[in-house]
């Protein structure tokens, strides 16, 4: 284990943190935090303890929801949202790194519901190194969308269901050589 017993990081506020761990049990977590809950990375391993974390993105924009993945070749996966001028938050972008976890690719744009929130976004990958992406647009249609990535490109979609759910989680299941996605969400309004 990174830690054996809990403490406290530092003295900054943090929101929405997430973790993942690699096929050697180390811990990549992503956090967000400061005026504009910038979203950060950082990696703890058995054998070096914890890094220095990363600041994923750094542009003068409001940040919300970051998550984070690895897949089957311990590529960490970070994604998080980011705000227009005005309340909305409707681009979903998305930042990877091999070991060792300091260097990230450019980010890149997964998700652009123009003029809607994104929001509660989550992230899983299976064991072939697909990525699915999903998110909640509340406003006006209650949507769920999202992305998938298939190893090489991403494919944006808008419309993974329009039957008015709320708050979805994505998960992958693995079978005998075959991969399913799967979305949980409660029914609009209920929040059960």
């Not at 993105?57 to 690895?70: F, G, K, L, Q, S």
């Not at 992230?123 to 209650?142: F, K, L, M, R, Y």
């Not at 969308?145 to 708050?167: F, H, K, M, P, V």
Request: glycine share 8%.
């Amino acid at each position: 284990a990174v830690v054996t017993t809990s403490y406290c990081k530092d003295t900054t506020a943090e929101y929405a943190s997430g973790i993942a761990v690699d096929s050697n049990g180390d811990a990549h977590l992503t956090y967000s935090t400061g005026f504009r809950r910038d979203p950060y990375y950082v990696y703890g391993s058995v054998s070096s303890g914890w890094g220095t974390p990363i600041q994923i993105d750094a542009t003068a924009m409001n940040h919300r929801y970051p998550a984070i993945e690895v897949d089957s070749n311990d590529v960490v996966h970070v994604i998080w949202n980011e705000r227009l001028s005005d309340n909305w938050y409707p681009y979903v972008y998305h930042r990877s790194a091999s070991s060792p976890y300091t260097s990230f690719a450019a980010p890149v744009a997964i998700v652009d519901i123009s003029n809607q929130h994104v929001g509660l976004l989550s992230i899983a990958a299976d064991d072939e190194g697909n990525i699915q992406v999903s998110c909640h647009v509340p406003n006006p249609t209650n949507n769920i969308c999202g992305a998938y990535y298939n190893g090489s490109t991403w494919t944006e979609n808008e419309t993974i269901d329009t039957l008015g759910w709320d708050r979805p989680a994505t998960g992958i299941r693995l079978g005998n050589g075959i991969t399913d996605d799967i979305i949980l969400s409660t029914d609009d309004g209920t929040d059960a």
